[in-house]
């Protein structure tokens, strides 16, 4: 069992950038693939970005490649998510999660931890 607890979120102007990190407690941290997700108001939650067990393989979302970018230190038990170029789009609450599963996952239903997730938002 893993538990989450994401920080770094707040208020940005358009352009500009953010570091998201979700601090997770366990021993086991090292075994489990993690992931970002957002939800907007309205809106159902999307996947964000994601990495593997070990950091090396990382997945990203049409709509943020190339502006943000996953990763994760196992020794800190620590996943960050570095938001660059940041959109009025792209307010929402970020939540991280953890997989059981060692290689990347996309879908949410692969994802059986949560946090609490941290508020993003960007004005125009």
């Known amino acids: 069992q893993v538990q989450l607890v994401e920080s770094g979120g707040g208020l940005v102007q358009a352009g500009g950038s953010l570091r998201l990190s979700c601090a997770a407690s366990?021993?086991?941290?090292?075994?489990?693939?993690m992931g970002w997700f957002r939800q907007a108001p309205g809106k159902e939650r999307e996947f964000v970005g994601a990495t593997n067990w070990s950091g090396d393989n990382t997945a990203y979302a049409d709509s943020v490649k190339g502006r943000f970018t996953i990763s994760r230190d196992n020794a800190k038990n620590t996943v960050y998510l570095q938001m660059n170029s940041l959109k009025p789009e792209d307010t929402a609450i970020y939540y991280c999660?953890?997989?059981?599963?060692?290689?990347?996952?996309?879908?949410?239903?692969?994802?059986?931890?949560w946090g609490q997730g941290t508020q993003v938002t960007v004005s125009s």
């Open positions: 366990g021993r086991t941290f090292s075994t489990y693939a």
């Open positions: 999660a953890a997989s059981a599963w060692f290689g990347v996952r996309v879908s949410l239903a692969e994802y059986a931890y």
